[in-house]
C-alpha cells in the first residue's frame, strides 16, 4: 500500500461557505429538483474495494475518472478504517453509526441486525425525505435488517437457484439502471444508497474491462463501478442535481489481494482489508485533502446529521467530521476493529485491536504492534519487543466503554438459504459448538491460513484442471499437519462424492466428526452423504443429535434429510413429522414439500385414503410453484397422478422430469411400465432398455428378473 504525503486542507474561499455548514437549508447550495430546499443525500458503498485502488488515493493501477471527480468536489479521507472485514457488519456499522460490541452484528452468516436500533434511513424518512436502497448482493438481503426506513428496498436478485451461484449478486449496471429509474420519478428531498458487490472475488469484470485488465481483474472490476457509477453521476449534474445533493462515497472494507497470506478477506485484520476511501462533497465545500485525521465508518452517521441538521438519535458512538471539512483539526481517535467470522464461523480465535495512530495493536493468540507512521503495510510486528499489558488493558477498556448487554440479541441460527447463498460467495464454515473459552497459538487465524489456501488450491485443481489425486493428496496432507482444519474435511470428501467413492467420502466425514464434534457442516455433509449410501437407518439414528448444535433446531436441511430417510424406512407418520418441523422454518422449502408428498402418497396407497392422495398431490405442486425445475417433484406428482388413474397426467409429468435431470433413472423405469400398460411397447423398450444400462448392476437378482421379464414383453 502507498502512503500518501501531507496535504493542508483547503480553506473555503469566502466566509459565506462556513455559515452553509451552520444551516442545513444553505448547505445545499442552489436546491435539488423538485423539492423544498432541503438537500439530498447519495451514499455509495462499493464492496470490497482497497483505497489504494482510487487514482483519487493514487492508484497508479486503475482509472477511476468518475469518482475522482466526485474525490476533487469534496475532501478526501485517506486515513479512514472499517471496524469489520465482512459486509454485513461493516454495513450495520455504517448505518447505525455504533460498534458491533453494541448492536452485536459480527460476522455476516449468524446474525440479523436488532429491530429497535435507529437507522440512518429511518431518521431520513422521520425527516420527511423519500428512502431507496439498491443493493448488489445477498448478503445485504433484507432479511438481515438493514432495510428498515427505506420505502423501497430492492434487493432483486433474479431466481433462487442455489446451483447457480451468479444469482446472489448482480452487476453495477443493473444496480444502476434500477437507482435511475427510482431517482426520475423522486418527487421531494431524497435519501438514496447505492451497493456495488462487483470487487467482491470471484473478480470477473465485463467487456472491455476484461481484456484491458486481463493480468488483474480486480482492478477490472473497479474500473467497471467506477464506469457504471459515472451514469448516475451525469445524471445528477446534467439535472442540477448534484448542486444540492451531499454525496458520500466509501467500501465496506478493502481485499488482501494476497498480502499477508490472505486471498480476499474476512479472516485478518490488516490494512488490505481495513483501510478504506472515504469522500465527502458538500454543496459549497471546496475540494481538498484530510492526511492526518483518522476517521472511520462510525463516523459518517453523525457527520450525515449534522450537514443536513437531522436530528441524532442518542448514544451514537462516532464523532461529526464537520469540523474537518470546514478545514479544522480533529483531535485524535482510538478505532476499534474485529475480525470474528473466523470465530463464529469456523471455531477458530477471534481477532480485535484497534487503531491509537500511529499505534496499531492486534490482539489474537499470536498478537501483533504496528507504527503505521513507518509500516502502514504492516511488515514488521514490533509485539515480541514489547510488554503488550497496556495496550490489552486499552483494548479492553474499549470494548468495554462501547458494548450494550443487548447486544446478543442480534445472534441467530442461520437458515438454510442464508447458508447456501453465503457459501456461494465463499463464507464457509459451520462454526463449533460449544465455542472454545481459551485459545492457544495453534488456534489463530495465522496458523490455520495457509492450510485454507492449500485447501482451496486443491479444489481448484479438482474444479479446473481435473486434476482429483492431486488434490486429494494435497487435502490428505492438510489433515495429517492439522488435523482440526475444516474445510479439508469438506473439500476432501466433497471430491470424493463427485467421483463416486462414497465410502471414502463417508470416512473422511466420519474422521472430522471425530476430531471436530461441534462442526455442524461436517455433520450435515455426513448426514447428506449416509442418505446417498442408503443407510437409512444411521441417517435415523443421529435425529437425536441435531439439536445439540444450534444451528439444528433452526435449520429445514436436516430435518429433511431426516424425514427423507424416514420415508425411505416406511416410517411415514414419523417422517411427516419431521418435515413439518422443515416445513414450519422455511416453508417454501421444495425438497420437504416433495419429501412430504411422497410419505403422503405412500400412506394413501397403504390406506386407500383419496383424500391423502390429493394432499400428496398439493404438497408436489407448492415445491414446484417454489421450483418449477425440481424433477423430483415432478417425479412425485407422476406417481401421485398413476396412484389417482391418470396415466397421461402422469407420463406428462415423468417427461418433463427427465427433460430436467436426463440421470433420474427411476424415471426412466416408471415411463417403461407405463407405456407398456398402454400397449406402446417401443416406447417402453426405449425407456426400459436405457434404465437397465444405468441400474443393472446394482440390481438384486429378483429386481434383474423382473426388469428382464418387463423389456421381454415389451419386445
Not at 452423504?529 to 436436516?558: C, H, K, M
Not at 426412466?668 to 436405457?690: D, I, P, T, V
Request: aromatic fraction near 10%; charged fraction near 25%.
Amino acid at each position: 500500500m502507498k502512503k500518501f504525503k501531507a496535504k493542508e486542507v483547503k480553506k473555503f474561499l469566502w466566509s459565506a461557505a462556513l455559515l452553509t455548514f451552520l444551516c442545513p437549508s444553505l448547505a445545499c447550495g442552489s436546491p435539488p429538483a423538485k423539492s423544498t430546499g432541503k438537500a439530498n443525500c447519495l451514499i455509495i458503498t462499493i464492496d470490497t474495494l482497497r483505497a489504494d485502488r482510487l487514482s483519487a488515493f493514487g492508484s497508479t493501477t486503475v482509472s477511476t475518472p468518475n469518482i475522482d471527480r466526485v474525490a476533487a468536489r469534496g475532501i478526501k479521507f485517506t486515513r479512514c478504517f472499517a471496524h469489520t472485514v465482512t459486509t454485513l457488519p461493516s454495513h450495520t456499522n455504517i448505518f447505525l453509526g455504533l460498534l458491533p460490541p453494541a448492536h452485536g452484528v459480527h460476522d455476516n452468516s449468524n446474525f440479523v441486525v436488532p429491530g429497535d436500533i435507529p437507522t440512518l434511513a429511518e431518521i431520513f424518512q422521520q425527516s420527511g425525505y423519500q428512502t431507496a436502497a439498491f443493493i448488489g448482493a445477498y448478503p445485504l438481503d433484507r432479511r438481515f435488517g438493514l432495510d428498515r426506513g427505506f420505502a423501497r428496498y430492492d434487493d432483486d436478485y433474479g431466481p433462487q437457484d442455489f446451483s447457480r451461484p451468479v444469482f446472489v449478486e448482480r452487476p453495477a449496471s443493473e444496480v444502476v439502471d434500477r437507482a435511475l429509474d427510482w431517482l426520475k420519478t423522486a418527487s421531494r428531498p431524497w435519501f438514496l444508497w447505492i451497493h456495488c458487490f462487483d470487487p467482491h472475488y470471484p473478480y470477473e469484470p465485463p467487456e472491455p474491462f476484461r481484456s484491458s485488465y486481463k493480468t488483474n481483474p480486480y482492478d477490472g472490476e473497479v474500473a467497471y463501478v467506477d464506469r457504471e457509477l459515472g451514469r448516475l453521476l451525469a445524471y445528477l449534474e446534467q439535472t442540477s442535481l448534484v448542486d444540492g445533493t451531499l454525496i458520500i462515497i466509501t467500501s465496506d472494507h478493502g481485499e488482501s489481494l494476497g498480502e499477508h497470506g490472505e486471498k480476499t478477506h474476512g479472516y485478518l485484520a490488516y490494512n488490505s482489508t481495513l483501510h478504506v476511501p472515504l469522500i465527502i462533497q458538500a454543496p459549497g465545500l471546496n475540494g481538498g485533502r484530510s492526511e492526518t485525521a483518522v476517521v472511520s465508518h462510525l463516523d459518517i452517521f453523525p457527520t450525515v446529521c449534522e450537514l443536513l441538521g437531522l436530528k441524532k438519535p442518542a448514544g451514537l458512538q462516532g464523532r461529526s467530521l464537520l469540523p474537518a471539512l470546514r478545514g479544522k483539526k480533529l483531535g485524535p481517535e482510538k478505532v476499534y476493529f474485529e475480525s470474528l467470522y473466523p470465530y463464529f464461523s469456523r471455531g477458530w480465535a477471534p481477532i480485535t485491536g484497534y487503531i491509537d495512530f500511529p499505534i496499531k495493536f492486534i490482539d489474537s493468540p499470536r498478537p501483533e504492534l504496528y507504527d503505521l507512521e513507518k509500516d502502514f503495510q504492516e511488515l514488521r510486528n514490533l509485539a515480541p519487543e514489547r510488554d503488550l499489558r497496556r495496550e490489552q488493558e486499552q483494548l479492553a477498556a474499549l470494548i468495554k466503554a462501547a458494548s450494550s448487554p443487548e447486544a446478543g440479541r442480534a445472534r441467530v441460527s442461520p437458515s438454510r438459504e442464508s447458508l447456501e447463498r453465503l457459501r456461494s460467495l465463499g463464507y464457509l464454515g459451520g462454526g463449533s459448538w460449544p465455542p472454545k473459552q481459551e485459545f492457544r497459538p495453534s488456534d489463530d487465524v495465522k496458523s490455520f491460513l495457509p492450510f485454507e489456501n492449500r485447501a482451496e488450491d486443491a479444489l481448484s485443481l479438482f474444479r479446473s484442471g481435473g486434476r482429483a489425486q492431486e488434490a486429494i493428496a494435497m487435502l490428505q496432507a492438510n489433515l495429517q499437519e492439522k488435523e482440526d482444519h475444516d474445510l479439508s474435511y469438506s473439500y476432501l470428501s466433497s471430491i470424493y462424492l463427485e467421483l463416486g467413492q462414497y465410502r471414502e467420502a463417508l470416512a473422511v466425514l466420519r474422521r472430522g466428526l471425530d476430531r471436530l464434534p461441534g462442526n455442524y457442516t461436517i455433520f450435515l455433509a455426513y448426514v447428506s452423504t449416509l442418505l446417498e449410501l442408503g443407510d437409512y437407518q444411521e441417517v435415523a439414528r443421529l435425529a437425536g443429535r441435531v439439536e445439540s448444535f444450534p444451528q439444528g433446531g433452526n435449520d429445514p436441511e436436516i430435518w429433511n434429510s431426516l424425514g427423507a430417510a424416514l420415508v425411505s424406512l416406511g416410517r411415514y407418520e414419523e417422517a411427516l413429522s419431521l418435515l413439518d418441523k422443515a416445513l414450519a422454518i422455511d416453508p417454501d422449502f421444495p425438497s420437504a414439500l416433495s419429501n412430504q408428498g411422497w410419505a403422503l402418497l405412500m400412506l394413501a396407497r397403504l390406506k386407500g385414503d383419496r383424500q391423502l392422495l390429493e394432499k400428496s398431490m398439493n404438497r408436489f405442486k407448492e415445491a414446484l410453484a417454489r421450483n418449477q425445475n425440481y424433477a423430483q417433484a415432478y417425479n412425485g406428482l407422476g406417481a401421485a397422478y398413476k396412484s389417482a388413474g391418470n396415466s397421461e397426467a402422469a407420463i406428462q409429468c415423468w417427461l418433463q422430469a427427465l427433460r430436467l435431470a436426463p440421470d433420474l433413472s427411476q424415471v426412466l423405469y416408471n415411463l417403461g411400465f407405463a407405456y407398456l400398460e398402454r400397449g406402446e411397447k417401443a416406447r417402453a423398450l426405449e425407456y426400459l432398455l436405457k434404465y437397465k444400462e444405468k441400474v443393472y448392476r446394482v440390481l438384486s437378482p429378483a429386481e434383474k428378473q423382473e426388469l428382464d421379464e418387463l423389456i421381454k414383453r415389451a419386445r
